[in-house]
């Protein structure tokens, strides 16, 4: 797909977006429109880069068994692309960026089981956010369909950019929330993609009382949805997954 007219329609949705689901929402439906049929955003923890065990990953398009090796088998503490797209600091094929370096064993093995899952042909996009709060984006597309051309690729940055930037101000840390340890808890499994139901059974608690813990949790963070809930209370040193 080709064209580079930014789509003023999602532009004003990401500016009246009042949740980071929300938001995550738009930048996947904006990278559909481009051509892509799989989207992640990927979380920066300072200091560490994207590939940390505290960065938060939300998935869409992947199949169940690319989520399970990815994210709860691991395979993004070795994923090479993020790093390499955010040290290239522009938008990057993934193709490129595994070739602009020499990868480790264990990197090959995760490529060729990547290619194995038929994930092979996307783009990375490296996201700029205040005071060193950035993320990553992934755009993958069918596998042997032509990718957009650069001008389609620098227009979908601008608005990846802009969402992300909304995000951080949905999720700004200007305060302590101070959770309580079960709140804590609650949200951990949370961030591990628990559904209240498994976070009721693991802490042998009500549906109820996770549900309750869940309103307070987002009243103290400010937040209006789970994914804003997680990003914040990492951001805050609250949680770690």
Known sequence: MTGSHLDEEAVDRLLAATSVAELLEI??????????????????????????VLSEVYSVGFSDEWRTYYIDQGARLIDPGPDITMRRGKPTTWHDALSSRR????????????????????????LWGPNGHNAYVAVGFPPGEPLPDLPTINTHHMLLTNGHQKICELTAANA?????????????WAGRGKSNTDIATILAISGDTVATYMRRIFAKLDCHDRIGAVIKALRLGQIHI
């Open 27 to 52: 930048m996947h439906e904006a990278s559909i429109a481009i051509g892509g049929d799989k989207f992640s955003y990927h979380t920066e923890v300072m200091f560490e880069g994207i590939a940390s």
């Open 176 to 188: 302590d929330p101070s959770l309580s340890l079960r709140e804590r808890e609650v949200l951990t």
């Open 103 to 126: 990868l480790t064993r264990a990197e090959l093995d995760y490529v060729a089981e990547t290619v194995r899952m038929g994930i092979t042909s996307g783009y990375g996009f490296p």
